[in-house]
């Protein structure tokens, strides 16, 4: 089955100063890998995603890219505030079918933005 | 719509005893899923369902049973609790094109 692997496990940056979150697979299947945002006692929160046939992805201060030869794809925070320290989850499925139930999650990413 | 409905919040259960985690979505979702969360371990999938009928094993399904009767409901089903089984509980659910949504979580502790 698919096996996420995630790093860093901690990540301490100043605001206003980038963030990049890695994750690699192992199922070369996979073709869907969102990006989930826990903070304390919340629920995860979805905040992007990516499919197989795109390389990178925007949305405001978030990226994400993915590079399918090598099985990896990463998160890029610019310009970070407090308000983006959290828990930070990439996940890898195959998508577009029955088998998009089966998301597996990396075991987290906690970000600390310092003021 | 309510999203994602998760019954009880927290839950306290001895050693042996035997409970119904409640799931419900009015999204019309196909896929539902339940995840264990621990410290340290992320999010571990338990069972999932890609539609009423059809469910399937994620990687920790021992001792935990689900059924999907409908679309809108996915219980989870502790047959008889173990203090390892001690963990927040998360339902989620999502239309086939697009990630999930999650509810509210449910706080168990295994005494």
């Known amino acids: 089955g698919e096996n996420v692997e995630q790093h860093p496990s901690t990540l301490s940056v100043q605001e206003g100063d980038s963030a990049v979150i890695k994750c690699t697979y192992s199922?070369?299947?996979?073709?869907?890998f969102p990006w989930y945002k826990q903070e304390l006692g919340k629920r995860p929160q979805l905040i992007i995603d990516?499919?197989?046939?795109?390389g990178e992805k925007k949305d405001q201060r978030i990226a994400v890219t993915l590079n399918k030869t090598a099985k990896h794809f990463s998160l890029h925070i610019t310009e970070t505030q407090p308000e983006d320290s959290a828990v930070y989850f990439c996940?890898?499925?195959?998508?577009?079918?029955?088998?998009?139930?089966?998301?597996?999650f990396g075991k987290g990413t906690k970000l600390s933005v310092k003021p | 719509n309510a999203g994602v409905t998760q019954t009880p919040k927290f839950q306290v259960l001895k050693t042996g005893q035997s409970m119904t985690l409640q799931c419900a979505q009015d999204?019309?979702?196909?896929?539902m899923s339940w995840y264990r969360q621990d410290p340290g371990m992320g999010l571990r999938l338990i069972h999932y369902?890609?539609?009423?009928?059809?469910?399937d094993q994620g990687e920790v399904p021992n001792g935990y049973n689900v059924s999907r009767s409908t679309t809108e409901d996915f219980p989870l089903r502790l047959l008889s609790a173990a203090p390892s089984q001690t963990s927040v509980y998360f339902c989620?659910?999502?239309?086939?094109?697009?990630?999930?949504?999650f509810g509210s979580g449910t706080r168990l502790t295994v005494v």
């Open positions: 989620a659910s999502s239309p086939s094109s697009s990630g999930y949504t």
């Open positions: 199922d070369s299947a996979s073709n869907y």
């Open positions: 990516i499919r197989s046939n795109v």
């Open positions: 996940a890898a499925t195959l998508g577009y079918g029955g088998s998009q139930g089966n998301l597996i």
């Open positions: 999204m019309n979702h196909e896929y």
């Open positions: 369902s890609v539609g009423a009928g059809i469910t």
